[in-house]
């Protein structure tokens, strides 16, 4: 039932660990509360990028709270998916309250939350987060400490997992293979660091330089560490939607096949819910609608083959087809987590220096940047197209919804601010609920 927090009722969570296993008393608790609810319609949310789970809680109640006013005769159910996630402390989110040194606009070596947050998110890795908070301090000179630095930050991320986690951290796959790990580890450190400290001066996050001068890549190491703590969260998204999230659905269907399931995901929790298809029993349609929400993968994940290379395609292809109604992806131009570091951390190989400003996006973007690219019969439409109107009954939909995801400073921009009723509205309008 609902938690006293929580705007809406009735609600569960649904728990799961980095792995994807689930903790199986709230899994029955849901599924035996479905039933004696009556719930026909079950909206599903996963968070991105958060530190804890009261963050996510706060997140799904004001998310949520519109939603019975707007469908006041529907059977709903409502669920948050918590997932090992975390978010660094000195991104600004509209309306939800952030440390003091982002609110002063300083940018702390390593603040002690996101401490706290990376040595939970990455257990067993405590000698790794001192080394990477004490080199951040400190910032030595010459290219010794930056590569150390470098060094570091791959160490901490398994850049290069065993078995399967391969897979789930990728976005295309090149004859079946999924390709090494993106650009930003296959530079030299420096040359990456410099590039993010370009950019974020570009974004009017980072210190001031000369027009011909080079960046300090001391001021993008902190960007980096970020950048590469969210591959390896995009890369645990993966995990937990496949082996966690897709099979639980399977098992709802089973148990009550009459529910009509819906998923909605922000930033890395639209990639989990979006594998949670892969890992759909064969035969099970009883997901009706899935909405991403700045998602923060590639916008080629569905496409059968990309434009610039016929071997490869989409991690993702044909997924879209195990849905009964629509892939609705939402995106907005003021997201600049996924306009400007996202591809720049994609794209990055060799020599990065020329990289900042140029247009990235077409080969590199992200779903939440420009949407579903390469997929035929997509369609595409405004905000206020999409809720005037009957949304398409199956395929990629791409919605530009720009016109409320606006809000948000540097480096991440908008992507955070998806609490409206529009959006609400939207997962409504795609699950053709009420």
């Not at 569905?302 to 995106?331: K, M, T």
Request: glycine share 12%; proline share 7%; net charge neutral.
């Amino acid at each position: 039932m609902a938690d006293p927090a929580m705007s809406v009722t009735p609600y569960w969570e649904l728990t799961f660990d980095a792995d994807g296993d689930v903790d199986v008393p709230g899994r029955d608790r849901l599924l035996t509360g479905v039933a004696r609810q009556g719930v026909r319609d079950l909206i599903l949310f996963s968070h991105g990028w958060n530190s804890d789970r009261s963050g996510a809680t706060r997140l799904y109640s004001r998310f949520f709270a519109p939603v019975p006013a707007l469908a006041p005769a529907a059977r709903i159910g409502y669920v948050g998916v918590v997932w090992p996630s975390m978010r660094f402390c000195d991104e600004p989110i509209p309306d939800f309250p952030h440390s003091a040194a982002a609110a002063a606009g300083r940018r702390p070596a390593l603040d002690t939350d996101t401490r706290h947050a990376l040595l939970g998110t990455f257990p067993g890795r405590a000698a790794v987060v001192e080394g990477l908070a004490r080199l951040l301090e400190e910032q030595p000179s010459g290219d010794a400490g930056i590569e150390e630095f470098g060094r570091l930050v791959r160490l901490l991320v398994e850049v290069a997992p065993t078995g399967p986690q391969a897979l789930f951290g990728a976005d295309t796959l090149v004859d079946g293979v999924a390709p090494d790990g993106p650009g930003m580890f296959s530079c030299p450190a420096a040359v990456a660091c410099e590039a993010f400290a370009g950019a974020l001066a570009d974004l009017g996050s980072g210190p001031a330089r000369e027009e011909f001068a080079l960046p300090n890549p001391w001021d993008g190491a902190h960007e980096l560490l970020r950048q590469a703590t969210y591959y390896a969260m995009k890369r645990r998204a993966g995990t937990v939607g496949e082996r966690g999230l897709g099979p639980f659905v399977g098992r709802l269907a089973a148990r009550a096949p009459g529910v009509r399931v819906h998923l909605v995901g922000h930033s890395f929790g639209g990639r989990l819910v979006s594998f949670a298809l892969r890992g759909l029993p064969q035969g099970v349609r009883t997901v009706k609608s899935v909405t991403l929400l700045q998602g923060a993968f590639s916008h080629y994940a569905f496409a059968e083959r990309l434009p610039h290379d016929a071997r490869a395609g989409g991690v993702l292809q044909g997924q879209q087809n195990r849905i009964d109604g629509p892939l609705v992806c939402c995106y907005s131009r003021f997201d600049q987590a996924l306009g400007t570091m996202y591809p720049l951390a994609s794209r990055m190989a060799g020599d990065a220096r020329g990289l900042v400003g140029e247009m990235l996006g077409a080969r590199w973007g992200a779903l939440g940047h420009d949407g579903a690219q390469a997929v035929p019969g997509t369609h595409a439409c405004v905000l206020a197209d999409a809720l005037s109107g009957p949304l398409p009954r199956s395929g990629c939909v791409n919605v530009d919804a720009a016109a409320v995801v606006r809000r948000g400073g540097a480096p991440a921009g908008a992507h955070s601010d998806i609490v409206h009723p529009e959006l609400a509205r939207l997962v409504l309008a795609a699950g053709r609920i009420g």
